[in-house]
């Protein structure tokens, strides 16, 4: 079959271009078949456990390589160099040097254009992998979920900029070493999509892209599906007058489910990303991965065939675009998410242990859960990273793993509960919104942004310097352990993370915003100190120049963080959580208090990690200050240290001070 599909290739480019263009295509054609040949075995396997059976299977795995090798041919040269040097270097995505950041152009700065001059705010901060969310696409004008109902992967919202202006942006980002991220909302489209109005209008091959039910299908499938917005959406399906059936929405109306059991669906779709690959995007965030099999009687999510689209996809990245990289978003517990990780499917997924643990360890002033999923899950496979964040543009995700759970005796009904009222319920430092009541269990969902979980808000509306000091100290211990446990840590400045922004409440004036009280943490970036009280401007300062300090000190001094294992420390103490990092050139132990009062850690538990003597905390207030841990190690209130062997840090130093960063 490859040989084949190569061998028409190699005809038609002997026929065409200029003899210079002809030789470097065909050259290029010879990096395409080898990629093809050493991705057939797994590109073939999943089609398998997808299409098994269909007489048209090797025709459709024909038409997935002709795909990948056109894409291919279509790539830039300045991308194909990319992709080169990258084949050499496979975790050029996990490094300690790559912290991430996520942003809406429109609430952040309005424009494609003003973003390129925010690349020094960006260097700043030491951000080398962002995120632009999808509003940034051409969306419906309303009922657009956040612009996660996208109607063409291939238009810039004009509000925002032009397709021109991205790629521009893109090779500025790529020269100033800042990989783009784009979202594919692989598990539907607008129904304002090219595909949904040709369904509408009758295409009936395009129909096929989607589930168009009578009401019988609908409520065969119906009663086996949960629902994401059960106080927003009454049900999964939506009646649409020009196809005369019940479209699949598990979202919002607007968002039109895909139907992976039609082949056609998936190469679609695999064209789209590959596209957008060729623009400059470098790796594509797969949106609602759990819902993208179809399968009467189940719930429809996590079905097996999901891990074999997302490893259909990879594959024919890793032919066209070997330098690009997919992360799978789905927000679920951590065995689940799991599934969705690995070489052959996506290298980076979502870490739900990170927005669900960090925030239960400070409501109860105890790691020790957090601790234990982390001996069962904080570690991924090689060349394979989560992505870490304290919040996200989404909701607060509690799904814990049951396993831990059980080992601690945690009820997690209780657990939850207790955490919807720790944050939401007021009696505390914290100010959230209450999200839906969720049916599918008995919590409630909860949206917030950091700054207003950890305390900023009530501190500032009480104009209280005691409780905004222990907000930002709060903030900072998050984003100190955020950076230190395995993966890439993705800095939220949808939130306004980067500032301890609080939270937004004009979308309650908003009548497409008001029923989604996610909208309380995706801010209009407020920097305008004009209306703030100084306690205001000094919280925001102090975030803001923790946030700095901290990513500096990681992407510059922190080889430990590479992508690689992390080892639980067991401290004794229940509101430590205590960790070891090492790789061939360090060594460090993460030690993160999330009580508001003093701890000890006794040197028993340091020496095994090297510890024994004198240790250097690098983030320490004095950085660089040599401390005894003969006699174990006090942390503050909320205090986070990253401690290193003196003796050892001392000559790296040196050796840092001759090699410039
Ligand atoms: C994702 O949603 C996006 O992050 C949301 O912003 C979108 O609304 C949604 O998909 C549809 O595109 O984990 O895997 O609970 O937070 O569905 C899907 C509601 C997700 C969303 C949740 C989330």
């Not at 028409?8 to 295509?25: I, K, M, N, P, V």
């Not at 400045?493 to 301890?500: A, H, I, K, Q």
């Not at 990513?551 to 080892?567: E, H, I, L, S, T």
């Amino acid at each position: 079959m490859l040989s084949h599909v190569i061998g028409r290739f190699r005809r038609e480019l002997h026929a065409a271009g200029d003899a210079e263009d002809r030789s470097r295509q065909v050259r290029h054609l010879q990096a395409l078949e080898l990629r093809a040949h050493a991705q057939l075995p797994k590109l073939s396997a999943h089609l398998e456990a997808l299409y098994g059976g269909r007489r048209d299977l090797p025709a459709q795995l024909g038409t997935l390589l002709e795909l990948a090798i056109t894409k291919g041919l279509e790539r830039p040269d300045e991308l194909r160099q990319l992709d080169a040097a990258r084949e050499h270097d496979p975790s050029w995505f996990s490094s300690h040097k790559r912290i991430g950041a996520a942003l809406y152009v429109d609430r952040h700065c309005g424009t494609l254009g003003k973003l390129e001059q925010e690349i020094s705010y960006l260097k700043l901060l030491n951000v080398s992998m962002l995120h632009l969310m999808p509003t940034v696409y051409k969306t419906p004008e309303k009922n657009n979920d956040g612009g996660y109902a996208i109607s063409d992967f291939r238009s810039v919202n004009p509000a925002i900029g032009t397709m021109e202006e991205l790629r521009d942006l893109f090779a500025t980002f790529r020269k100033n070493g800042i990989s783009p991220v784009m979202d594919v909302t692989v598990n539907h489209v607008a129904d304002e999509h090219a595909w949904a109005r040709a369904a509408q209008a009758g295409d009936t091959e395009k129909r096929g892209y989607f589930f168009a039910l009578d009401a019988a299908g609908r409520d065969a499938y119906e009663p086996h599906l949960g629902r994401v917005f059960p106080d927003i959406r009454r049900s999964n399906f939506t009646w649409n007058d020009d196809t005369g059936r019940y479209m699949w929405t598990s979202f919002m109306s607007s968002q039109w489910d895909l139907n992976y059991a039609n082949p056609a669906t998936l190469a679609a779709m695999a064209g789209e990303q590959l596209f957008l690959l060729n623009q400059g995007a470098e790796v594509l965030r797969m949106d609602a991965v759990p819902w993208l099999w179809k399968e009467l009687g189940t719930d429809c999510k996590y079905r097996p065939q999901v891990q074999a689209i997302l490893g259909t996809f990879n594959a024919l990245c890793r032919i066209a675009a070997p330098g690009t990289v997919l992360l799978a978003e789905a927000i679920h517990e951590p065995e689940r998410i799991k599934r969705n990780l690995g070489t052959d499917r996506c290298p980076m997924a979502y870490n739900t242990i990170t927005l669900a643990h960090l925030w239960d360890a400070l409501a109860h002033a105890d790691a020790s859960f957090m601790a234990e999923v982390l001996k069962r899950h904080g570690n991924t496979a090689p060349g394979t990273s989560f992505l870490n964040m304290v919040r996200t543009h989404d909701e607060m995700g509690f799904y814990f793993d049951k396993e831990s759970a059980a080992a601690l005796g945690i009820d997690l009904d209780t657990r939850r509960r207790g955490l919807g009222e720790f944050y939401g319920g007021g009696g505390t430092h914290a100010k959230a919104q209450a999200f839906l009541a969720n049916n599918n269990s008995t919590h409630m969902l909860l949206t917030g942004t950091t700054g207003s979980l950890a305390g900023l808000e009530k501190a500032i509306e009480a104009g209280d310097p005691q409780q905004m000091d222990a907000a930002v100290r709060r903030i900072r211990l998050l984003n100190s352990v955020l950076l230190g446990l395995p993966g890439v840590p993705m800095l939220n400045l949808m939130g306004g993370d980067d500032r301890g922004q609080v939270n937004d409440y004009s979308y309650q004036a908003d009548e497409t915003l008001r029923t989604d009280s996610r909208w309380v943490n995706r801010v209009q970036r407020d920097v305008d100190f004009k209306a703030k009280s100084p306690l205001e401007i000094e919280a925001m300062d102090r975030v803001f120049s923790d946030t700095v300090d901290l990513n500096r000190v990681r992407a510059r001094d922190m080889p430990a963080f590479d992508a690689g294992p992390m080892q639980v420390i067991d401290t004794g103490k229940a509101p430590v959580l205590a960790f070891a990092r090492q790789n061939g050139q360090q060594e460090v132990v993460v030690l993160a208090n999330f009580s508001p009062s003093p701890q000890k850690v006794d040197p028993q538990h340091l020496r095994a990690h090297g510890l024994t003597e004198a240790a250097i905390d690098k983030i320490g207030a004095n950085e660089g200050q040599v401390q005894s841990v003969v006699a174990g190690v006090e942390l503050a209130p909320y205090q986070c240290m990253w401690l290193v062997p003196a003796d050892r840090e001392l000559d790296r130093s040196r050796i840092l001070q001759t090699d410039p960063a």
